[in-house]
């Protein structure tokens, strides 16, 4: 069974900005299902226009590689819900949306961000930057 990652944001924004770093290879990959939520998407649509990222180029993007988790809560529910995870309350949706999407990686390059032990243990989610991904991804092989 192919293993299931939730990708942060700032992790497809780097793939688009630096197409032959670490976050590019790894959503190249086709041994692993990677998942966004709803409100990434929203959240990376703004982000792409602040840098002036083509939309087009991150809508093919999110179409071709990802699979979408739609979170149904309100943002203050998902906030109640998740701040026990991350140390900024505005980062409770990559957790919830992990959960959702029932993975079992969570890939960001903020992981200070994030309460990577707790999510661990009450969560069974590996919070790992991308190159730590990419790099378990390749042991596999």
């Given amino acids: 069974m192919s293993p299931r990652a939730f990708v942060d944001s700032d992790v497809i924004i780097a793939s688009l900005l630096t197409p032959k770093g670490a ?3 790894l959503l190249e990959r086709s041994d692993c299902t990677f998942c966004i939520s709803n409100v990434s998407r929203t959240e990376l649509g703004i982000v792409a226009a602040e840098l002036h990222i083509d939309k087009k180029r991150l809508v093919r993007t ?3 590689q990802f699979f979408l988790v739609v979170l149904k809560q309100y943002i203050s529910t998902i ?3 998740y701040s026990q995870y991350v ?3 505005d980062d409770a949706h990559i957790v919830a949306g992990a959960r959702a999407g029932k993975v079992q990686f969570l890939v960001t390059y903020n992981q200070k961000h994030f309460r990577g032990e707790k ?3 009450d969560l069974d989610i590996v919070v790992l930057t991308p190159a730590l991904f990419l790099q378990y991804l390749r ?3």
């Fill in 23 to 25: 976050s590019a290879a």
């Fill in 139 to 141: 042991s596999r092989n």
């Fill in 62 to 64: 999110i179409a071709k």
């Fill in 87 to 89: 140390r900024d309350v």
């Fill in 119 to 121: 999510i661990k243990h």
């Fill in 79 to 81: 906030k109640q819900r």
